[in-house]
């Protein structure tokens, strides 16, 4: 997915930037709670030397691509920036123009990375075995995609063939493909497991209705300033009231019903927390 993402010349002069992504990612939720580095605990101070050395390499980057944006000789290591995604440029860009430096910037495109990679590698994972067990529901995804994939096979140069090409109408598959989405949506309940922390800045009371009839009853919840707030939102993704049969791959239950065109609508991503 890097290569991807980066070209694969920045993988090729950052031979150690997996090793290191990976240890931040197991330490990823220690260190986002912004704790010291020199704090006695398990996984801190390495998470944070694996996350300087990513900033070291992403920060470096930059600095290579904005010379390449502007013609100047960037080194022969360098040479082939031409397989960079749009996504990165576009990023760069941005923060580019809002005037924030590359060492900066480099905690926007670890978050990038971050999403897109560790997060998506089991999304996509569990998302094709389900459908590999699911034909029913892969037969429409495949019909509600073929629209918009497009192989093609370039003509045969210097005797070797060339290998077939696919194109893929990205805007086609986001907004034409409602199966297709809501699997993705439900992979996501199911296995992305999110977790966000939070701190108190002052005392908050939660309440809620819990129970039906005559047993139903209101809890409150006191949370102090100054402590901390963990949230994981699978225990909402996996709550019965929330959704029927919750251990099951059900992904027409985020799909909505247009009674005019008789037709899938829109996916619905209810309490479904996206990836963080």
Not at 213 to 226: F, M, N, P, S, T
């Amino acid at each position: 997915m890097i290569p991807i993402i980066a070209g694969k010349a920045f993988l090729d002069n950052n031979p150690h930037f997996l090793s290191n992504f990976w240890i931040y990612d197991h330490h990823y939720h220690i260190l986002s709670t912004g704790l010291p580095r020199g704090l006695p605990l398990p996984g801190i101070t390495t998470g944070h030397i694996a996350r300087a050395r990513l900033f070291s390499c992403l920060t470096s980057y930059q600095k290579v691509l904005n010379l390449a944006n502007t013609c100047d000789e960037v080194g022969s290591e360098w040479r082939d920036l031409s397989d960079v995604s749009h996504l990165l440029q576009d990023v760069l860009k941005i923060l580019n123009d809002h005037g924030i430096n590359p060492k900066a910037s480099g905690s926007y495109i670890l978050a990038i990375l971050w999403a897109l990679v560790a997060k998506t590698s089991t999304v996509v994972f569990w998302m094709s075995l389900h459908l590999y067990s699911n034909l029913d529901i892969a037969g429409r995804v495949l019909a509600e995609m073929k629209p918009f994939l497009k192989a093609s096979q370039p003509p045969q140069e210097f005797g070797v063939p060339e290998p077939p090409r696919l194109h893929v109408e990205i805007d086609g598959l986001l907004k034409s493909c409602p199966t297709l989405k809501a699997c993705y949506v439900e992979t996501l309940r199911l296995y992305s497991n999110p977790w966000s922390s939070r701190e108190v800045t002052q005392d908050v009371r939660l309440r809620k209705n819990t129970g039906k009839g005559i047993d139903q009853h209101e809890e409150i919840y006191c949370l102090k300033g100054g402590g901390w707030l963990d949230i994981p939102y699978r225990l909402q993704h996996m709550d019965p009231d929330s959704y029927r049969a919750p251990q099951k791959w059900v992904p027409d239950r985020h799909l909505n019903e247009e009674q005019t065109a008789g037709q899938r609508g829109n996916v619905r991503y209810g309490a479904v927390r996206r990836l963080g």
